[in-house]
């Protein structure tokens, strides 16, 4: 077996891991289009029906359509009870688009000051 992951705990903190370890991969390459993907992305702010609290993220069945990776669960779905079935959101999964897109606008940037 392999492992795909684990949470790591000290005194002072708390690490989740991905496995991503380049022996577990095969003919990686450059992401391209994060820009473009992180424009399609609508974050936002509200207040949890639980306690009234603001939040801030995004609609697990929006993110879902742009970022499926990182969306669990299926919109409306419900146990055989009828009880909600709530999706969640790995907020990890996106680191990726964002390096890739702070990359795409740092060579804009780039190209503009050499012009």
Do not use: M
């Not at 005194?11 to 989740?16: I, R």
């Not at 009234?52 to 779905?77: C, M, N, Y």
């Amino acid at each position: 077996t392999t492992e795909v992951g684990s949470i790591d705990v000290t005194t002072t903190a708390t690490a989740y891991s991905t496995s991503s370890d380049y022996r577990l991969k095969e003919a990686p390459t450059p992401l391209t289009g994060g820009l473009a993907t992180v424009g399609q992305l609508n974050p936002c702010e509200f207040a949890w029906k639980s306690d009234g609290s603001i939040g801030r993220g995004f609609i697990a069945h929006e993110l879902q359509s742009v970022v499926p990776e990182a969306v669990t669960g299926q919109k409306d779905a419900v146990d055989a009870e009828g009880r909600p079935q709530y999706q969640g959101v790995d907020a990890a999964k996106l680191v990726p688009y964002l390096v890739a897109a702070v990359q795409e606008l740092s060579a804009k940037v780039a190209a503009l000051e050499a012009a």
